[in-house]
């Protein structure tokens, strides 16, 4: 059975509908962010700050190339994976993608409500934040629009639910 990807910024819901949709199916979860924490046994944030961003980028890309199209996975994919490398192309040859366009000033509104602190890019005490999210936001959606179903924000999680079997 197809893989299905879900791809977008930090905080659109990839976790949260990604669990509801592998459940709905009896598809597998997995979170490519939690595969790279297990396999380096160190954060993100440690990641980012002792090995650097680039490092990050290339256990990103390896970890996607396990993937095998007709593994039966939901994947939530790091918000960053799409844009790198040329991840996007794979993705798109080994599953159904499905980019969560939730606007920004929501994005927002979710990161300051659950602050997380192994978000290197995201700090909640950044008061420029909502600009950065806006600028990544503009330059990561090229590559976003790339997936093969664009869910705008306001769609709600059952509607998804209720569609999924379509996308396949
Ligand atoms: N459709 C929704 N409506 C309202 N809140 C939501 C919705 N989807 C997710 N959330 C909330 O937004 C927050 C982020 O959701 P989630 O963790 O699923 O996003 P994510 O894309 O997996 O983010 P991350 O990049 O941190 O892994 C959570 O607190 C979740 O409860
Ligand atoms: O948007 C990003 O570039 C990131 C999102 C997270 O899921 C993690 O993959 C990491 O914090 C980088
Ligand atoms: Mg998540």
Redesign the pocket.
Known sequence: MKNIY?I???????????KRIADTLHYRFV?T?RIIVREEGRSIAEIFAKSGEDYFREAERRVLRTIRPGNSLVI?T??GMPCFHDNMTYINATGVSIF?D?PVD?LYS?ML??A?HD?PLYSHKDPELLRSLQQRYEIRFPFYSQANVIVPGET??DEILRRVGEWL
Not at 8 to 14: L, T
């Open positions: 879900l977008g910024m930090p905080s659109s819901g990839k976790s949260t509908l990604g979170d962010d939530s790091g918000g969560l939730v929501v979710r409500a659950h997380q978000r709600s999680e």
